[in-house]
């Protein structure tokens, strides 16, 4: 698929507008409002099963089918990657009951939905980023049951946070959480940002964006409205940082952006890689180029050559 | 090269051709029916339907053809189809004792009003496999006719329950939703397909739960409660099985309606006894039931309801099958298996996450290694 915006044909019939039906969907849109007006609150909702399994994404797929309209341009990506099988599988889903515009470029989609990353290029005001969310819960690796963790959060009881933190400083010598890393959101509630890693985190403070979670499986729906302050949970002593690598993407050259490892061939050779593809198009484009960007066994990733017809998922 | 995950639209393409195929198998067999599966198959078709929350034994049995017989998956299948139908009506409360009975045998008492039957059960065959299936003899065994049923449904009089004649004596409570009995037996029925969870829940809410619940996983934990982990001391005081009549009540009419039978299976487990020197002592009571004929899914299931209400009872919670987050947040399948299978999925970015501390925190230690041996040769 190029990177294009692609007007996909009309709308699968025999299905409603969004494939949920329209009390579901008004179900939904009242509690990502209630999500919004208290910003990191966990929302339980009625979540409904949906044609794809639970841990896909359902509960993104719920918000997307919720609040996607015939204006709308949709991004979807997975890893970063807007080619990652799932990815691909979701915008062909969305195209199929909406109909609706689909584009890998995170500048011009109004609507991106997302597992594990955040785009590299900065969110504008108007767009609404939907997480894909497996475990909203962020003090469930501290305690498993749900009736407490609710409670602890009603009174903010999260000094056992900072007690994990400062075990594994203890332990390790630094904080060892490296994706999924808690954050404290508009001063109150704990939340969890959903499996990004750290790295992407300082994205979310005061993004001009509008943040939106969905966990299917467990029924919630969460919220961090645009101008929000987010803070990831850190000491003074031992700050918040994100992850850096030595080198850079090894297409487009950037050294600013989230790496992926490639393990290249059996004797052990790698690359690291932009992981939002999107960017590193984008910087291809503009005639940045890294350091393999001219090798020819590579050029599957970079998307200059096509698919092999006979390769499997 | 493992870009296999960024294969995108043509690898998902070929890989629905690649399950096609192999669903049909070697195609000079005749390819199975849906008929076929709904007839020959019925206990397959009975345990997606339970699972699956949909009493439609023609469309389960098209999951169980559409699945390649992976029940779990069918049960999913039927799922996602269900959640698109409209809700129309609630039907009334099924009158199990007026069931038109197939099977109906008490272990409490040796004769009971009505007397056992034992119906069509797998109980006494001798697990010998049947190799003239195999060659196809036997196919029409001598019927000895479905006539073979009993209770109202066949112009007798309706069979009366072993647990309703013990309550008689007063020897267990009446059915009710566990606790403060009449206050919660007035709130409106729970429904788990519109509400989420929310714990403590109610025993209305718990038995919809275990009733379309993983029957491996209600097996595990009825067994773990007999085994000790959570004893509750359990009679099948009785297992029947047959069709009932569903009936609802339109708003517009304001009367009765039967829109149909279906087939179901229903476990009372007389457990444990509660009292005290002054209390009267009375038995407590476990209860199961489910769409089609899944008996061990019923005794299971009536097991791990009579452990929930521990609670209730004021026993101890220590044993898992007595813990109502852990028992109910992970017994359906559907969702199990969503979130154990989403593994395969690709995870590289976080792992990179892990992949990058770990490799810093693994060359900080030695940097520190190798200073500290130059300190030593120095020294």
Redesign the interface.
């Known amino acids: 698929?190029t990177a294009a915006t692609q007007t996909p044909p009309a709308v699968e019939a025999g299905?409603n507008y969004g494939y949920l039906?329209e009390q579901t969907k008004r179900m939904i849109r009242r509690a990502i409002l209630k999500a919004v007006a208290i910003p990191g609150y966990q929302v339980?909702?009625?979540?409904?099963?949906?044609?794809m399994?639970?841990?896909?994404g359902?509960g993104g797929i719920q918000l997307s089918a919720s609040i996607l309209g015939p204006e709308d341009v949709f991004k979807v990506i997975?890893?970063?990657?807007d080619?990652?099988?799932?990815a691909?599988?979701i915008r062909?889903f969305f195209a199929k009951v909406t109909g609706v515009k689909t584009t890998e470029r995170t500048g011009d989609a109004t609507v991106i939905q997302t597992?594990?990353?955040i785009p590299e290029t900065p969110l504008k005001d108007g767009q609404i980023m939907v997480y894909q969310v497996?475990i909203p819960e962020p003090l469930r690796w501290v305690e498993p049951?749900?009736?407490e963790t609710r409670t602890m959060h009603a009174l903010e009881e999260y000094g056992v946070m900072h007690v994990q933190l400062y075990e594994d400083i203890a332990r390790?010598?630094?904080i060892?959480t490296?994706?999924?890393y808690p954050v404290k959101v508009n001063g109150r509630y704990i939340m969890s940002p959903s499996?990004?890693?750290?790295?992407d985190n300082p994205k979310l403070d005061n993004s001009p964006a509008l943040h939106i979670f969905g966990a299917g499986?467990e029924?919630?729906i969460y919220a961090i409205p645009p101008h929000t302050e987010v803070r990831s949970l850190d000491f003074e002593d031992y700050p918040f940082e994100v992850?850096?690598?030595d080198g850079c993407c090894a297409l487009c050259g950037a050294t600013d952006s989230?790496?992926?490892?490639?393990?290249?061939?059996d004797s052990g050779e790698r690359m690291f890689v932009c992981?939002d593809t999107d960017y590193c198009a984008t910087r291809r484009g503009q005639g940045h180029t890294g350091p393999m960007a001219d090798r020819e066994?590579?050029s599957?990733?970079t998307g200059d050559k096509p698919?092999t017809?006979?390769?499997?998922? | 090269m493992y870009v296999a995950v960024k294969g995108g639209e043509q690898a998902i393409e070929n890989a629905h051709r690649l399950m096609a195929e192999e669903r049909r198998g070697e195609p000079s067999v005749p390819e199975l029916t849906v008929e076929q599966i709904l007839q020959q198959m019925r206990l397959a078709v009975d345990r997606v339907m339970s699972e699956g929350a949909l009493y439609d034994p023609w469309l389960a049995a098209l999951a169980v053809k559409q699945a390649r017989g992976d029940l779990v998956e069918a049960t999913f299948l039927l799922r996602a189809y269900r959640t698109t139908l409209p809700r129309l009506y609630d039907s009334l409360p099924v009158d199990t004792t007026a069931m038109e009975v197939r099977r109906r045998i008490s272990a409490t008492f040796k004769d009971i009003p009505g007397g056992q039957v034992l119906g069509p059960t797998f109980d006494y065959t001798h697990r010998l496999l049947d190799f003239g299936l195999a060659a196809g003899f036997q196919s029409t065994p001598t019927t000895t006719g479905k006539s073979e049923t009993m209770g109202e449904g066949n112009g007798e009089p309706p069979l009366s329950r072993v647990m309703d004649l013990l309550a008689e004596e007063g020897l267990v409570d009446r059915p009710g939703c566990g606790g403060e009995r009449e206050e919660e037996d007035a709130r409106p029925v729970g429904d788990i397909t519109r509400d989420p969870p929310t714990y403590p829940a109610a025993r209305d809410v718990r038995l919809q739960n275990l009733a379309r619940g993983d029957e491996g996983f209600l097996l595990a934990l009825g067994y773990s409660s007999q085994r000790g982990f959570g004893d509750n001391h359990p009679f099948a005081g009785e297992i029947r099985m047959g069709e009932v009549a569903v009936s609802i009540c339109p708003d517009e009419l304001g009367f009765e309606v039967e829109i149909g039978d279906i087939t179901a299976s229903e476990c009372e487990m007389v457990t444990s006894f509660k009292g005290s020197k002054d209390e009267l002592p009375r038995f407590t009571r476990g209860y199961g039931l489910s769409f089609g004929y899944n008996e061990r899914k019923v005794l299971a299931m009536s097991l791990v309801d009579r452990s929930l209400q521990a609670r209730e009872l004021g026993e101890d919670i220590d044993a898992p099958s007595q813990d109502e987050e852990f028992v109910l947040s992970h017994s359906d399948n559907v969702e199990a298996q969503g979130f154990v299978q989403h593994l395969k999925l690709p995870h590289y970015v976080d792992f990179q996450a892990d992949l990058v501390m770990i490799r810093s925190m693994r060359a900080e230690i030695l940097k520190r290694a190798v200073s500290k041996t130059e300190t030593e040769e120095a020294a």
Do not use: C
Request: charged share 30%.
């Open positions: 698929m299905y039906n339980p909702f009625a979540g409904r099963e949906m044609p399994p639970y841990g896909w359902t997975d890893q970063g990657a080619d990652t099988t799932n691909v599988s062909k597992r594990h990353r497996p049951r749900e009736i390790h010598g630094r060892a490296n994706f999924m499996p990004i890693p750290k790295f499986r029924k919630r992850e850096t690598w989230y790496l992926d490892e490639v393990i290249l061939n992981s066994d590579i599957e990733l698919e017809q006979d390769k499997t998922a």
